[in-house]
């Protein structure tokens, strides 16, 4: 059977409690050294006895131990921060590099790099997350589509409305303007129907008075020719034909 579990406590008889102290002080002085050396700890141990004898053990000197315990007891509580500060901002870059570098790895799986050290496990599990992304990535884009679609036939809407309502002012300016030009056809045929003609005149154009002859230069003596019938003698035809002379 194990050993039991010892309850903690004065050990009332003396004997046993020297021998108690011999054996866990051998021990402990042990401990102490085996520290300093596996884990190349600087270490200072201090006992006293119940009868005020002194056991001690320092890997580097048990003053020269107790001289930087002073040190660091002794520094001002602004040092202290900074050193609690500078410790904290160290662990701080430690958790951020750790995390920057499984990104980098998780970033390389996904792209199908660096495969070989992971189980089947493990790119089991890569391959559900791929297959999560693609889903999103392809709901995205049909959500995305059909907000594209319902863009344009709202846009393909107001588009027809606007059309509709150029119609509809076009076909109200056609009509004004064929009440116009209605209007000057009734017009013109009030002022027709007001203009006299002549019964000697055939067309309604014969009614306009006939442009003066304008003047022309005539050199030498005009040939007068009697007219058939005229009463007038060629002597005085020749006579008028010398006084007229040069005529414009």
Wanted: with cysteine.
């Amino acid at each position: 059977m194990g050993r039991g579990r010892v309850e903690v406590k004065r050990i009332e008889n003396k004997i046993n409690r020297q021998v108690t102290f011999s054996k866990r002080r051998n021990g402990l002085l042990k401990k102490a050294y085996e520290l300093s050396v596996l884990c190349d700890a600087e270490i200072a141990l201090i006992v006293f006895s119940s009868r005020g004898k002194l056991y001690e053990f320092g890997s580097a000197g048990t003053t020269k131990t107790l001289e930087r315990y002073q040190r660091c007891c002794i520094s001002t509580p602004q040092e202290n921060s900074v050193e609690r500060e500078t410790q904290s901002w160290y662990q701080e870059v430690t958790k951020l590099k750790a995390k920057y570098e499984s990104l980098q790895r998780t970033q390389r799986h996904l792209l199908g790099e660096d495969l070989g050290p992971l189980s089947v496990r493990e790119l089991q599990g890569l391959e559900k997350q791929l297959e999560g992304a693609l889903s999103q990535a392809r709901q995205r884009k049909t959500h995305i589509m059909i907000e594209q679609m319902e863009d344009l036939r709202r846009k393909e809407r107001q588009l027809g409305d606007l059309n509709k309502q150029l119609r509809i002012k076009l076909e109200a300016e056609g009509q004004s303007l064929k009440a116009i030009q209605g209007f000057w056809n009734s017009s013109a045929a009030v002022g027709t129907s007001s203009y006299h003609v002549h019964p000697s005149q055939s067309n309604p154009m014969d009614c306009e008075p006939e442009p003066e002859p304008e003047p022309v230069l005539q050199i030498g003596y005009p040939h007068y020719v009697q007219a058939e019938g005229s009463s007038v003698p060629k002597s005085m035809a020749g006579e008028n034909n010398f006084i007229q002379g040069w005529v414009l």
